[in-house]
């Protein structure tokens, strides 16, 4: 039979409460041997007295004779027995259940003074020193004694079968060797030495006169062999953990320090994983068996308690309590953990509705059970804000250079974090208005999928397929879009998102007329009419890492055009996009490569444009190229400078592979765009309170080069993060200063926002 055959392993609801601490288990025999020295002490004086009494001359000639015949006659016939003896037992007094709770081993040190019954009344003699004689017992703890033997033997004064404990036992002696002259207190070190060598559950010191001297003994009473295991209250403790901790032992005599070390292991366990659970109590039964209890909290109930902002006194918050519940990965029933709590928060707070959030454990009324109470502080749900500003140069017109913006947002609609934003922005060139309302989380369903429903009029420049035209027109694309898009985890740091969409596209010029061709002569529409509609069923999934800027990120893109109507278009458009960082040293290596194919009756407005700050550095935006098919791949490595200054150097590739004349019109060709084309440079990134900033001078393989710029193809400092920092402010308003150089026409937007 497998030597762990006999390894059991039982649940039980059991619950046990939690001690406040767990020592180790020798700390908890020292601190109850301690308390035997003044026992050991009254030896002696028993010694002494009996010494005495055989001394007492009756004359000077006789003393000797006597003296030595009383000590032979008492020492042969009634040996002194002097015992110390160890026991697994639990104590009913409460002062000692104090002291010793604390350890997984409940344990208590006793010693007891043994001496055979005698007839004759010479022999019976003194009586033993009473607990007051203190002085008497300091006199003789430092008296010596000769040892001229020192054995070890079971607690019939047999040998021991396992030699090897004997070994342990002999080896575990310090100051106890033949021929030695000993004092109690090494001796009562020695007895410590053996106990706290684990393999023992008695040791009593037995002191023997023979012809040849005193004979020292220690009765000692192994442990029992360990043939099994019951685990009992352990509900989320794995079973292998306990088979792999036990395995070892399977077999042999129960070591005493090796199971408290267990103990602890099984203690860290729990608390690596930041659970509330411990061992409470350890038994080892008649058989060999071991009975471990284990004491872990349960999480019985869970309660919102909304916070006021300014006094932190309790009042009525306006997010219903299931809408926060809901976020929380920590259930009822669960062993609470500490680290489930700590995400928890961190999810509660990313809801965007909290300006803090805190978890109190507390016990509950049921042994071995905690309470959680959440506590949080509500931002303001909502507000307006709205901005304006002049720009020089890019329009005429009454209303040249008049740029502005409008928004109104509301983060927790009905109390169920469901949020609506209303925007309009009007620039010289882009104007977008749109309504976006989402609900992160769908009630009723289980999977935390969230609905998105958009509806959106745009107005963009053209210019990123259709620019440089000689005549120095522009031309914009006007886009109407309705959807509505799902979106859910797929698994750990995956997401997906699915959506249908339907999008009135077309352009227009300076004079927002609609126009069917360019400058060139090429088709700015797939079907010949000012306008092209289409219905998108999109798919998305996308891998995140740590989510670091370096970290690593997946992301491939579906769009399939369905020909609902016959004149709607129909096409099939994907797009795929990668990064992998890499330490080396101080820097870091950041790797990305994207590209994308298109077929089918498709816009040629929305060819894939290669060029510019976020695909060719080097290049301004659509200038390599535009295409059906592309490429781009980007290497850089960044290095620490200064403080959150880093610096970097990159080069970047990308190419239309020989796709840009199947795009209709060819405008790519028309504008004589190379089609391929590398970019390098160097430049620095600051990853400031206000967010991160970028600032790269590039270089082109047509030594031109490229606008500085941030995040756009120019000079662009953006500092959004104010309006997060101030949004839980009403009435206090702040500054969102945009400074955008384009050539050099340069344009200051300030945006005032009230909340």
């Not at 310090?174 to 030695?180: F, G, L, V, Y």
């Not at 009723?444 to 397929?465: A, C, F, H, M, Y």
């Not at 060139?520 to 000012?530: D, N, V």
């Not at 592309?630 to 850089?636: A, F, Q």
Request: charged share 20%; hydrophobic share 35%.
């Amino acid at each position: 039979m497998h030597p762990n055959d006999g390894v059991s392993f039982t649940s039980s609801s059991l619950k046990i409460p939690l001690p406040s601490s767990s020592p180790s288990l020798s700390q908890a025999l020292a601190s109850q041997l301690a308390r035997t020295g003044h026992s050991v002490f009254q030896l002696i004086d028993s010694l002494r007295n009996r010494s005495n009494y055989v001394r007492n001359p009756l004359s000077r000639s006789t003393e000797s004779t006597q003296s030595d015949l009383g000590i032979s006659s008492l020492f042969r016939s009634s040996p002194l027995l002097f015992s110390l003896s160890l026991s697994l037992t639990r104590s009913t007094d409460p002062t000692q259940n104090h002291n010793i709770a604390k350890s997984p081993l409940l344990c208590s040190a006793s010693l007891s003074l043994t001496q055979p019954a005698s007839t004759d009344s010479t022999q019976s003699g003194s009586e033993l020193p009473q607990k007051g004689q203190s002085a008497t017992a300091g006199r003789h703890d430092e008296e010596r004694v000769l040892i001229s033997e020192v054995l070890v033997r079971n607690k019939d004064g047999e040998e021991l079968e396992m030699k090897d404990l004997e070994m342990e036992a002999l080896t575990a002696l310090k100051a106890c060797r033949a021929n030695s002259a000993l004092t109690v207190r090494e001796v009562q070190e020695d007895v410590h030495r053996i106990i706290d060598s684990g393999y023992f559950s008695s040791c009593m010191p037995v002191a023997v006169d023979t012809r040849d001297g005193i004979r020292l003994v220690f009765q000692v009473e192994p442990n029992q062999e360990f043939h099994g295991l019951v685990c009992e209250g352990a509900n989320v403790l794995p079973s292998k953990f306990l088979e792999d901790a036990f395995r070892d032992g399977h077999g042999k005599v129960v070591n005493l320090k090796r199971l408290d070390e267990v103990i602890n292991s099984i203690n860290g366990w729990y608390m690596e994983r930041g659970l509330f659970g411990l061992v409470s109590g350890v038994d080892i039964l008649s058989g060999g068996i071991i009975r471990l209890q284990v004491a872990e909290a349960e999480v019985n109930n869970i309660s919102i308690r909304f916070l006021d902002r300014k006094t932190g006194e309790p009042c009525k918050g306006k997010t219903k309590p299931e809408t926060i519940l809901r976020q929380l990965t920590t259930k009822k029933g669960q062993v609470y953990s500490m680290l489930q709590g700590k995400r928890d928060v961190d999810t509660v707070s990313t809801m965007g509705l909290m300006e803090d959030v805190s978890i109190i454990p507390q016990p509950a009324g049921d042994a071995g059970k905690v309470d959680l109470i959440m506590n949080v502080v509500e931002r303001p749900s909502g507000g307006f804000s709205a901005g304006g500003g002049i720009s020089s140069g890019i329009t005429s017109g009454p209303l040249s250079g008049l740029i502005g913006s409008f928004a109104y947002s509301h983060r927790n609609l009905f109390g169920r974090n469901q949020k609506l934003n209303i925007s309009l922005e009007r620039g010289q060139i882009d104007s977008i208005f749109r309504i976006n309302y989402t609900d992160p989380w769908i009630e009723g369903d289980d999977k935390r999928t969230s609905r998105t429903i958009i509806v959106q009029n745009s107005r963009t420049p053209g210019t990123l397929v259709h620019g440089n035209l000689h005549d120095n027109s522009s031309l914009s694309i006007g886009r109407v879009t309705a959807g509505v898009e799902f979106s859910r985890p797929i698994r750990p740091k995956w997401n997906g998102t699915a959506g249908l969409i339907f999008q009135h596209a077309g352009a227009r010029d300076e004079k927002g007329n609609p126009i069917i061709k360019d400058f060139y002569g090429s088709p700015l529409t797939a079907s010949g009419k000012p306008y092209d509609d289409m219905l998108l069923a999109k798919f998305e999934s996308v891998y995140t890492g740590s989510g670091d800027q370096g970290s690593s990120m997946f992301a491939f893109n579906m769009e399939q055009g369905l020909p609902v109507m016959p004149e709607w278009l129909f096409f099939n458009r994907v797009n795929a996009r990668a990064r992998k960082g890499v330490e080396i040293g101080p820097a870091r290596l950041l790797l990305s490569l994207s590209g994308g194919h298109v077929v089918g009756n498709f816009s040629p407005h929305e060819a894939f444009a290669i060029g510019g700050t976020n695909s060719v550095r080097g290049y301004e935006e659509g200038a390599v190229g535009s295409g059906r098919s592309y490429v781009v791949g980007s290497s850089e490595v960044s290095f620490p400078m200064v403080g959150p200054v880093e610096g970097v150097m990159f080069a970047d590739y990308g190419h239309d592979l020989w796709s840009g004349p199947n795009v209709p019109g060819d405008p790519a060709g028309a504008r004589f765009k190379p089609g391929s084309g590398y970019g390098y440079g160097f430049g620095i990134r600051v990853e400031s309170p206000l967010g991160p900033l970028r600032l790269e001078y590039a270089f082109n393989d047509r030594q031109a080069k490229s606008s500085l710029g941030c995040q756009l193809p120019r000079v662009h400092i953006d500092i959004p993060p104010l309006m997060h920092n101030y949004q839980g402010h009403p009435g206090l308003p702040y500054l969102h200063m945009l400074w955008r150089c384009r050539s050099s026409l340069p344009s200051m937007h300030v945006n005032i926002s009230l909340f």
